[in-house]
Nanobody, 124 residues
């Protein structure tokens, strides 16, 4: 099982980035896919989640209205569109997969598979 995150980079405040997470190695149709982030010196935090098979998406309050999570089942890929970026969004962003279901969408400990981080740096 592999999750490959990409799309990070350096952007000015107010700019946009789109992160991608490509999944391979098994069928993820029943999994919840999540994005988490960790800023230097801070705890990892939940950002967004989506189920492969449909249903609601989940967005943490601090990015609601600015970030959108989506998926392309044909490509086995989940996206995190980040608009109106702020310096406080600077972090390593990780994608992850969880088979426990959407009840645990924001619990990092319930995610069995993790991709490598992709660094997002927002300059002021």
């Amino acid at each position: 099982v592999q999750l490959q995150a990409s799309g990070g980079g350096l952007v000015q405040a107010g700019g946009s980035l789109r992160l991608s997470c490509a999944a391979s190695g098994r069928r993820f149709s029943s999994y919840v896919m999540g994005w988490f982030r960790q800023a230097p010196g801070k705890e990892r935090e939940f950002v967004a989640a989506i189920t492969w098979s449909g249903g609601p998406t989940y967005i943490t309050d601090s990015v609601k209205g600015r970030f959108t999570i989506s998926r392309d089942n044909a490509k086995n890929t989940v996206y995190l569109q980040m608009n109106s970026l702020k310096p406080e969004d600077t972090a390593d962003y990780y994608c992850a997969a969880n088979s426990y279901g959407s009840s645990w969408y924001d619990e990092g400990s319930k995610y069995e598979y993790w991709g490598q981080g992709t660094l997002v740096t927002v300059s002021s």
